[in-house]
Nanobody
Framework: QVQLVESGGGLVQAGGSLTLSCVII????????MGWYRQAPGQQREYVAN???????EYAEAVHGRFTISIDNAKNTIHLQMNSLKFEDTGVYHC??????????WGQGTLVTVSS
């Protein structure tokens, strides 16, 4: 069983930056992929980015070029550096872990609020 604990959310003005972190409590193997999704009030869950334990990354088109996902394998932690934030980036950000295509678990989330 995996546990994930997010931190780093907050209130920021449009154009600003925030860095989210997610500590993954559990062993990470080469078959695991970690990532982030977000959910705005009244909206569907939206994929943001993911990263493998080897450091291969993917991004949603909406955040490509503005967000950077990274992994610190020594600390079992992933980070999401968010730059040039927009109002539409507002939402609760959850980190997750997959084993191959199976979603093993996700965290309770951290709230990001971007003021326009």
């Amino acid at each position: 069983q995996v546990q994930l604990v997010e931190s780093g959310g907050g209130l920021v003005q449009a154009g600003g930056s925030l860095t989210l972190s997610c500590v993954i409590i559990g062993t990470i193997s080469s078959s695991h992929t970690m990532g982030w999704y977000r959910q705005a009030p009244g909206q569907q869950r939206e994929y943001v980015a993911n990263i493998t334990s080897g450091g291969t990354t993917e991004y949603a088109e909406a955040v490509h070029g503005r967000f950077t996902i990274s992994i610190d394998n020594a600390k079992n932690t992933i980070h999401l550096q968010m730059n040039s934030l927009k109002f539409e980036d507002t939402g609760v950000y959850h980190c997750y872990r997959k084993y191959a295509w199976y979603l093993e678990g996700w965290g309770q989330g951290t709230l990001v609020t971007v003021s326009s």
